[in-house]
């Protein structure tokens, strides 16, 4: 396993994800450390997808959406900012750094932006260095079953 | 749930994908995977015999879940949910992970590419494994159609639905149809008169009984979905009346550049420099004339006016070079002793009979001259020297090399292309994407030029990109035969990706009310819970991620999918998993 950092970026299917294909059509080169989840909107980008992908092992999460007054939805992606803004904080808390997280907003013909976002976003992470939340949450998750005796991941996936 | 059985496809895409991913490499891996029984790597999965393969394995090996590792879904995610659909199965049981446009063509190391691309896969089987059924809808179309802008693709447009006894709302913010054409004196390269062609159809538009023309119109928002759009007009500001229709044309063209901010060609400043759409207009009233009243003696005719340029448009506006002869032709008729110059970066008569017009143009002892487009633009200057000519061009011409100082009474600029003005107002009203240069984006570049990313709403003329009356009439009237065929079907399949509230979880705090862009959710006090309405929810999702009780789930897009897709994507080790 290569050390380099995982971004998982969430993007919306109208603007940003068809600004990511432009890159590709484009032939734009970026670092391969972004790995895309295409949701309709980034109104629909829930806090938990975040925590969940840093919980998974993500060293920084990446949200793009339409720019401001351009959204497919009308302002699904205002509602993402709002969400956004409060979730660096919380995270900030949870002993997480705030630049792990970022919200951008990336167009439709905004390949080339989104090449040299991502590219900037894989150096901001690589210099913060692993988030190490999944080798923490793994420990503390084992200990804690050895004592109980039972499996506490089975117990939450099953709740889920 | 039933046990899913999964297969997995891995695209070659030629050598698109294969040259920079270990296609077989992936392939065999997730075949480690539970519940994946078929694991395959095609050179071409689009390919009729690629969808057979998908086709053959659900059969022989009842699988209940597909997965295609391939392009872009925005590209070929409907050709593999019709493969399903041929194969009996629900088309959402099908997941597409993008290793082409996100992997393959922006990376560089092959070992790093086929890891991303490999945790991509697991991503979309793991995602997959939670896929629902979903059971199609169909709504009724209003056989009505709209059309934005009366320019020859919009008046095309109208008499083709008209004719085939449809009602056409055609709708132009001017107060005259026509467009950029009623301007223009003859088309090139048959130079016949424009008006011969437009002003009868223009005529024909205005008396049809299944046309209505709303002038002096823009149009502010369109509600609905394709079948069932609405619209309330507004004409000269005040609200006029609501139309109902099922399809939409954008047809609103282009705007001439404003040649005044480029300062090498003095326009404004020197009353002789004009505008190819000032000459049109002088060949139409059949005079040619300096402003003095004076016959010019001396011509140069500018090409690339904006256009081409870093500075201004980078991109051709394509019917300037061929216009530019078209005016050499007509200045050499009516003026058989001026001296024409031709001032061009590159001459490009593209299209039919066009090079050949280029040919005849030059042996009509016209001089053509090339200068740097992009770095030296040919300078035009007032000069009192002499009473025979009051300007002068001074151009670095590139063929002989030599700095050249021309003597002419008038300038033509050819000015390019650009988008309207109210590009984006548009874009926003009907729902569709522009790109850089604000035109705007088809749903293919190649194979759905015509349709936007917004069902029920296509892009015709200009407004998609320049182009002269012959592409813009054949793009025109295919958008025309695309809207007939849904027509004449009667009805037509929407997206079933709504959001569907659980009642039992729900505790009525109506959140979801709340950030709903579409009014689709309202409450109901009886039971204390939120309903969707289908109709009018767009399955954006912004419910779902504001629902603090999970109540509210976004069909195709639940947490457990989405959440299972961050787990597949980050598991890089197949061994964990």
């Known amino acids: ?108 013909s905004e390949g080339k932006q989104f090449a040299e976002l991502a590219n900037e976003m894989a150096e901001t992470v690589r210099n913060l260095g692993p988030a190490n939340i999944k080798d923490k949450l793994d420990l503390f998750e084992k200990t804690k079953s050895v004592n109980e005796g039972e499996n506490v991941e089975k117990e939450k996936m099953e709740a889920i | 749930m039933e046990e899913p059985r999964i297969g997995v496809y891995i695209c070659w895409c030629g050598t698109n994908i294969a040259k920079m991913v270990d296609v077989e490499y992936i392939a065999e891996e997730v075949k480690k995977l539970q519940n994946v029984v078929v694991s395959r790597n095609y050179k071409y999965m689009c390919s009729d015999p690629g969808q057979d393969l998908i086709i053959k394995d659900i059969k022989e090996n009842n699988l209940n879940r597909i997965v295609v590792s391939a392009c872009s879904p925005r590209i070929h995610e409907l050709t593999f949910r019709k493969a399903l659909e041929n194969a009996g199965l629900n088309s959402y049981l099908f997941e597409m992970a993008n290793i082409r446009e996100h992997v393959s063509w922006v990376h560089t190391d092959r070992k790093e590419a086929t890891e991303k691309a490999k945790s991509l896969v697991i991503a979309a089987i793991k995602r997959v494994a939670f896929h629902d059924s979903l059971e199609k809808r169909y709504v009724d179309i209003n056989p009505a159609t709209l059309i934005i802008g009366g320019g020859i693709a919009g008046l095309t447009a109208a008499l083709e639905i008209a004719e085939t006894g449809k009602q056409v709302y055609l709708i132009e913010k001017k107060n005259s149809l026509g467009g950029n054409l009623a301007f223009v004196d003859l088309s090139y390269p048959d130079m016949n008169s424009i008006s011969q062609v437009l002003d009868p159809r223009i005529e024909k538009v205005i008396n049809h009984p299944n046309i209505k023309v709303f002038l002096n119109t823009e149009i502010n928002e369109v509600f609905g979905y394709v079948g069932n759009f609405e619209t309330k007009l507004f004409e000269n500001t005040k609200a006029e009346e609501i139309l109902k229709f099922g399809n939409i044309i954008v047809a609103t063209g282009l705007k001439p550049f404003d040649p005044s901010v480029i300062p090498e060609y003095s326009y404004g400043k020197l009353p002789d420099v004009i505008t190819s759409i000032e000459f049109e207009k002088m060949l139409k009233s059949g005079i040619i004339r300096t402003k003095d009243g004076k016959k010019p003696k001396n011509i140069g005719i500018i090409h690339c006016v904006g256009s081409r340029n870093n500075k201004y448009k980078e991109y051709c506006s394509r019917t300037c070079c061929s216009t530019g002869l078209k005016f050499a032709n007509q200045l050499r008729d009516a003026l058989p002793d001026a001296g024409i110059y031709e001032l061009y970066g590159d001459m490009r008569a593209f299209g039919k009979g066009c090079e050949e017009f280029y040919t005849q143009t030059s042996r009509k002892d016209i001089v053509f001259m090339m200068f740097d487009q992009r770095n030296d633009l040919p300078k035009i200057k007032a000069s ?146 939120s309903v969707v309405n289908e109709v009018l929810c767009k399955g954006c999702g912004t419910c779902g991620s504001a629902c603090p009780t999970g109540a509210i789930k976004s069909r195709h897009f639940t947490d457990l999918q989405i959440l299972s897709q961050i787990e597949g994507i980050m598991s890089l080790e197949l061994e964990e998993i």
Not at chain 1, 83 to 98: A, H, N, S, T, V
Not at chain 2, 462 to 482: L, N, W
């Open chain 1, 1 to 108: 396993m290569s050390n380099e950092p995982k971004i998982v970026s969430f993007l919306c299917n109208w603007c940003s994800y068809t600004g990511a294909d432009l890159a590709g059509t484009s032939r734009m080169k970026y670092a391969s450390n972004i790995r895309i989840i295409r949701v309709m909107c980034s109104g629909r980008v829930e806090p938990t997808f975040v925590l969940k992908a840093f919980r998974e092992g993500a060293d920084g999460v990446l949200i793009c959406g339409c720019h401001p007054g351009d959204c497919h939805y009308h302002e699904g992606n205002y509602k993402c900012l709002r969400r956004y803004k409060l979730l660096k904080k919380y995270i900030k808390q949870m002993g997480i750094d705030e630049k792990r997280l970022r919200l951008e907003w990336i167009s439709a």
């Open chain 2, 384 to 529: 009192t020297h002499n009473r025979d000519f009051n300007m002068i061009i001074e151009i670095n011409e590139k063929l002989s090399g030599e700095e050249l100082n021309i003597p002419v009474d008038m300038v033509i600029l050819l000015v390019g292309a650009q988008a309207q003005d109210n590009a984006k107002d548009i874009a926003h009203a009907v729902g569709i994407s522009m790109c850089g240069n604000a035109f705007y984006i088809e749903r293919h570049p190649k194979l759905d030029p015509v349709a936007t990313t917004t069902d029920g709403v296509y892009i015709v003329g200009s407004c998609q990109g320049p182009k002269g009356i012959i592409d813009s009439v054949s793009q025109t009237r295919a958008a025309v035969s695309r809207i007939l065929g849904t027509i004449a079907q009667g009805s037509v399949q929407v997206e079933v990706t709504t959001a569907v509230v659980n009642e039992d979880v729900c505790c009525g705090c109506q959140t979801c009310i709340s950030v709903c862009p579409y009014t689709a959710i309202s409450f109901d006090p009886e039971n204390n819970v």
